[in-house]
């Protein structure tokens, strides 16, 4: 077991650098790295264990990036969650018989959080808000326009990962405010990366 996590952490520790080449090629295509329509995905093969974590900015799966201030928002920001807690329909392993054992959805960065909001009712809140509202609501608001971002992370346990070729991604199917997405993938042995479109959704592991 400590001979597996270290490995794990070996790997996301390359995990750190694919990304940060990844991030850098895209500055030099563009001031900013923030882009609608593109996407990230890291992949790790670690024994018989396959790891992916999908990130995305939350306008290309919900169609905003502000907190949910409605419930159309709310809705919206429900029907991609549930989208993405669907490994098997997302994700398309070959040929190594792998089984999704982990999920887990961070859409945190859109949620309203409303603590003691109630409670403090009547206790000038409101004027305190008011008070409040010009110098942090239009800071805030910029923040969640420009870095809100969805984070979906995956486990997969593979009967045999020596047979693992490729890895088709069919997010593009699901959400169609995906335009590109940037796949990094790190093995024992090898690593990569490359882009991947609607008309070209396979990362070729080997």
Same mark, same amino acid.
């Given at each position: ?87 098997d329909t ?11 054992? %982990? ?10 959080? @409303?603590? +003691? #909001? !109630?409670? &403090?009712?009547? /206790?000038? =809140? %409101?004027?305190?808000?008011d008070e ?5 609501? @239009?800071? +805030? #608001? !910029?923040? &969640?326009?420009? /870095?809100? =971002? ?46 991947l479109t ?9």
């Amino acid at each position: 077991m400590n001979k597996f996590v270290v490995s794990i952490i070996a790997l996301v520790a390359t995990f750190f650098v694919l990304v940060n080449a990844a991030v850098a090629e895209q500055k030099a295509a563009s001031l900013d790295a923030h882009v609608h329509g593109l996407s990230q995905l890291t992949i790790a093969v670690e024994g018989e264990t396959v790891e992916l974590q999908f990130s995305s900015p939350a306008m290309n799966l919900v169609g905003f990036e502000h907190k949910a201030s409605s419930q159309k928002d709310s809705a919206a920001i429900k029907q991609a969650e549930s989208i993405l807690r669907q490994p098997d329909t997302l994700f398309s392993l070959s040929d190594a018989e792998c089984k999704p054992t %982990h999920t887990h959805v961070d859409i945190s960065g859109l949620m309203e959080h @409303h603590d +003691d #909001h !109630d409670g &403090h009712k009547g /206790h000038g =809140e %409101h004027k305190d808000h008011d008070e409040h509202k010009d110098h942090d609501e @239009h800071k +805030d #608001h !910029d923040e &969640h326009e420009t /870095h809100s =971002e969805i984070v979906a992370s995956y486990s997969f346990a593979c009967k045999d990962t020596t047979k693992l070729s490729s890895l088709r991604v069919t997010l593009f199917k699901s959400f169609t405010g995906i335009h590109k997405i940037q796949a990094m993938w790190v093995t024992t042995t090898k690593q990569g990366s490359a882009k991947l479109t609607a008309d070209n959704p396979i990362v070729l592991l080997r």
